[in-house]
């Protein structure tokens, strides 16, 4: 079936500006995350969305970051007032289960380049 | 304070060499272990592990949990070129949804 996907793949903006990132998790996936992973670093938590429960925001890095996932399927990530340390590579997963299985599906990513 | 170290950092073998990664962890509250293969960008889930002692195995990669001495290794046997990639240990937590992420091991194998 379909697998995690994101859009745009790539994103070249200019400092300054506003970005909305997409991700379209697998069918039927209560659970939602969004990471990024600036280059050679680790993958950073950033928000987590379950069912109609509130989302967990605690690894949202600035309150220019925000989130939402709309009929509990669909998410959007957007950055307000882009900055150059926001270039990074973001990723969403999706996993069919609130607990007991934590496996998590990515997307293949966007890439934010922030001139 | 959850600690994940996997060692070694980074490795470059040949082809039909057979590498162990390892990945041993101090954290609370532990529910699962679970590995993941990362090529360029998406992580691809490889195993989850529960149980201590039970082996999980596809095809050339199998991976075990030793909940006593808190650590878990990922072996691949005649590794290829595909093989090449950042395999990264993660943990889920009672309590928590948020996964923890080990840094990775980097993994080149060469022709």
């Known amino acids: 079936g379909a697998g995690v996907s994101q859009s745009p793949s790539n994103k070249v903006t200019e400092k300054g500006k506003d970005v909305e990132l997409r991700c379209d998790p697998i069918?039927?996936?209560?659970?939602l995350y969004w990471y990024r992973q600036s280059l050679g670093q680790g993958l950073e938590f950033l928000i987590y969305?379950?069912?109609?429960?509130?989302?967990?925001k605690s690894g949202l890095p600035s309150d220019r970051f925000s989130a939402e996932r709309t009929g509990g399927s669909v998410s959007t990530l957007t950055i307000q007032r882009t900055q150059q340390e926001d270039s990074a590579v973001y990723l969403c997963?999706?996993?069919?289960?609130?607990?007991?299985?934590?496996?998590?599906?990515f997307g293949p990513g966007t890439r934010l380049t922030v001139t | 304070e959850d600690k994940v170290v996997q060692s070694p950092l980074s490795l470059v073998v040949h082809e039909g060499d057979t590498v162990t990664l390892n990945c041993s962890y101090e954290?609370?509250?532990?529910?699962?272990l679970l590995w993941y293969k990362q090529e360029k960008k998406a992580p691809t889930f490889l195993f989850m592990l529960?149980?201590?002692?039970i082996e999980k195995k596809s095809g050339r990669l199998s991976s075990i949990l030793d909940k006593k001495e808190l650590f878990s290794i990922l072996n691949i046997t005649a590794t290829q070129t595909g093989d090449s990639a950042i395999y990264l240990c993660?943990?889920?937590?009672?309590?928590?949804?948020?996964?923890?992420f080990g840094r990775g091991t980097s993994l080149i194998v060469h022709p």
């Open positions: 993660v943990f889920a937590l009672g309590g928590s949804y948020i996964p923890t």
């Open positions: 954290v609370t509250n532990f529910r699962s």
């Open positions: 997963a999706s996993s069919p289960h609130s607990g007991g299985s934590y496996e998590q599906y």
């Open positions: 529960t149980s201590s002692g």
């Open positions: 069918s039927g996936h209560t659970a």
């Open positions: 969305f379950q069912g109609n429960s509130a989302p967990d």
